[in-house]
Structures are given as structure tokens and as C-alpha cells.
């Protein structure tokens, strides 16, 4: 599950950084109808595999953090808009909503002990 979480990052700095604008938009389009699905369904798939609460089946492990972490990096707009991806945010929300099961992880990752500890004590930065 953390190869493909790691997939998601990478693709993202890789349009980032690409200059030129047809194949920029071309990699746009590929990220998010390819890679965020891709990234989705294993992770749902994965996920009800080992019961629903977490990717080991019985606890927080770093598996889940990652996912946490990909969840996090295709939720926010203000980062996909900094990167000239903001009007792909709103297709990636209503293909995330397809995971219900999955966005759950969330608010358990997010609740965890030293998790919610770092979560609320953490600096912020503008992403």
C-alpha cells in the first residue's frame, strides 16, 4: 500500500515541475483520471480486505499513515491550485466520495493518540 501511496506525490512534483503546457495538461489528465482511481481502489480494496478499520487489520500502522498523508494531499485545493491543478480538485472530491469506507480512515487517523497530539499541536504552514 505504500508503493502506491508513494505514486501519488510523484506524479504530482512531476507535473509540477513540467514546463512545457500541452504535456502538463496531458499529465493533468492522466494524474487524475488514472493515478488518484488507481491510488482509490486499492486502497478501498486493500483496506475492506483486512476488515475496515485499519490496513494491518488490528491497529495504526505506517501503511495507514500513508494512505492518511495521500487522502490529505488529494484534498486540498489550496496545494493542487498553487500547481495549476485546481480545477481538477472538484473531480477529485466527487471521485473520493465513491470510498466512503476509505475516507473513514480519516477521522481515525486524525483521532489516533500521539496523531491527534501532533495534529493539534503542529506548526502551520500554508498548505
Known sequence: MIGTTIL???????????????RKQ????????????SFLQVANKLLERQ?????????????DLAVY???????NNQMLESEGMGGIHKDILDKMQEFPHLLSLI???????KVAEYLKNRPKYPY
Not at 26 to 37: C, L, Q, T
Not at 51 to 63: K, L
Not at 69 to 75: K, M, P, Y
Open 107 to 113: 477521522p481515525r487517523v486524525e483521532n489516533y493518540g
Open 69 to 75: 498523508l495521500g487522502l490529505q494531499l488529494l484534498n
Open 26 to 37: 496531458a499529465y493533468i489528465k492522466d494524474f487524475k483520471e488514472k493515478h488518484v482511481v
Open 51 to 63: 476488515g475496515g478499520e485499519y490496513f494491518t487489520g488490528h491497529g495504526m500502522s505506517y501503511g
Open 8 to 22: 501519488l506525490p510523484l506524479e504530482f512534483f512531476g507535473i509540477r515541475y513540467c514546463e512545457d503546457e500541452t
